[in-house]
């Protein structure tokens, strides 16, 4: 274990005497070596971080199932492609009737390419025809096993399934990765203001912003149905979607029109919705 431990610090840069016989040594060694300032704080716990990944397991790390983006096989190319696009995400999952049947993962390259050269398969073709294997994990995996099985058959994307055999989530790489050198910020990470109104009809909101402080900047009362299970902006589109929202998603409640706007962050979960007072039918135009 200490052998596989050195190991991985070394290809981040970082190597140590092998003058231990145990994780407990070497964790003595490194706070010691920090304290001491013979090592940089930053090293320091990148090294706590992979001696941790021995202890932190796969479902710790992975999005939830109630985060995936899929896609079912029975979809055009171009259905595929469109949704890549609108998602940001360039492998997505397919599935054959739901989330826990997934057959594969659709690479956007593959169908980008196939679509390149054989123009008429955008339309005739489907994302189930040009598919790569899904590789398929326990959700009480360590991270640490899951990272060095991920760089030796060089995948980049588990599904990640539960002790019944469902679908639990989905972890990448870079969710492992992330667990050892921090959060990698993006260029879009800043904070967007909570409601930014732009005409007396039309505003932007955070999309992490409570159900009950949107209901009171918008003077609206929400239904019970709608309310439940639900804490955001964000989470109302997915729950009334029955999927994750991606930019361009659309819902209607309480007399607004929200639309999902662009995404953040490696996950690419959606930061603002814009929300447009909903245009009165002609029945209610006569009714007032």
Same mark, same amino acid.
């Given at each position: 274990?200490i052998n596989k431990i050195l190991h991985q610090l070394k290809r981040y840069g970082?190597?140590?005497?092998?003058?231990?016989?145990?994780?407990?040594?070497?964790?003595?060694?490194?706070?010691?070596?920090?304290?001491?300032?013979?090592?940089?704080?930053?090293?320091r716990e990148m090294i706590q971080s992979v001696l941790d990944l021995g202890e932190?397991?796969?479902?710790?790390?992975?999005?939830?199932?109630?985060?995936?983006?899929?896609? %079912?096989?029975?979809?055009? #190319?171009?259905?595929?492609?469109?949704?890549?696009?609108?998602?940001?995400?360039?492998? $997505?999952?397919?599935?054959? %009737?739901? #989330?826990?049947?997934?057959?594969?993962?659709?690479?956007?390259?593959?169908?980008?390419?196939?679509?390149?050269?054989?123009?008429?398969?955008?339309?005739?073709?489907?994302?189930?025809?040009?598919?790569?294997?899904?590789?398929?994990?326990?959700?009480?995996?360590?991270?640490? !096993?899951?990272?060095?099985?991920?760089?030796?058959?060089?995948?980049?994307?588990?599904?990640?399934?539960?002790?019944?055999?469902?679908?639990?989530?989905?972890?990448?790489?870079?969710? $492992?990765?992330?667990?050892?050198?921090?959060?990698?910020?993006?260029?879009?990470?800043?904070?967007?203001?909570?409601?930014?109104?732009?005409?007396?009809?039309?505003?932007?909101?955070?999309?992490? #912003?409570?159900? !009950?402080?949107?209901?009171?900047?918008?003077?609206?009362?929400?239904?019970?149905?709608?309310?439940?299970?639900?804490?955001?902006?964000?989470?109302?589109?997915?729950?009334?979607?029955?999927?994750?929202?991606?930019?361009?998603?659309?819902?209607?409640?309480?007399?607004?029109?929200?639309?999902?706007?662009?995404?953040?962050?490696?996950?690419?979960?959606i930061a603002t919705v814009l929300a447009t007072k909903a245009q009165p039918t #002609?029945?209610?135009?006569?009714?007032?």
């Open positions: 274990m970082i190597t140590l005497p092998t003058i231990f016989n145990s994780e407990a040594d070497l964790r003595k060694l490194v706070d010691q070596a920090g304290e001491r300032s013979i090592i940089a704080d930053s090293q932190t397991l796969v479902r710790e790390l992975m999005v939830p199932r109630t985060d995936i983006v899929w896609i %079912e096989g029975n979809r055009t #190319l171009r259905q595929g492609l469109s949704l890549a696009l609108r998602s940001g995400f360039t492998r $997505i999952p397919v599935i054959a %009737e739901n #989330l826990d049947d997934v057959i594969g993962i659709a690479y956007v390259k593959d169908l980008a390419r196939r679509v390149h050269e054989h123009h008429e398969s955008e339309q005739s073709e489907t994302v189930a025809e040009h598919l790569r294997s899904a590789t398929f994990v326990p959700e009480n995996k360590t991270a640490a !096993d899951l990272l060095k099985e991920m760089q030796r058959d060089q995948i980049h994307m588990a599904v990640v399934i539960d002790e019944y055999g469902g679908t639990a989530g989905l972890i990448t790489i870079e969710d $492992i990765l992330e667990e050892i050198v921090g959060e990698i910020a993006d260029e879009y990470d800043d904070e967007a203001q909570e409601v930014e109104w732009i005409t007396t009809a039309q505003a932007r909101v955070s999309a992490r #912003l409570n159900i !009950d402080d949107f209901a009171d900047a918008f003077k609206i009362e929400l239904e019970d149905t709608a309310r439940e299970d639900v804490d955001s902006v964000g989470g109302l589109l997915a729950k009334a979607l029955g999927r994750v929202p991606i930019p361009g998603s659309e819902i209607t409640i309480a007399g607004w029109n929200l639309v999902a706007e662009r995404p953040v962050g490696r996950r690419h979960r #002609l029945d209610e135009g006569s009714a007032k």
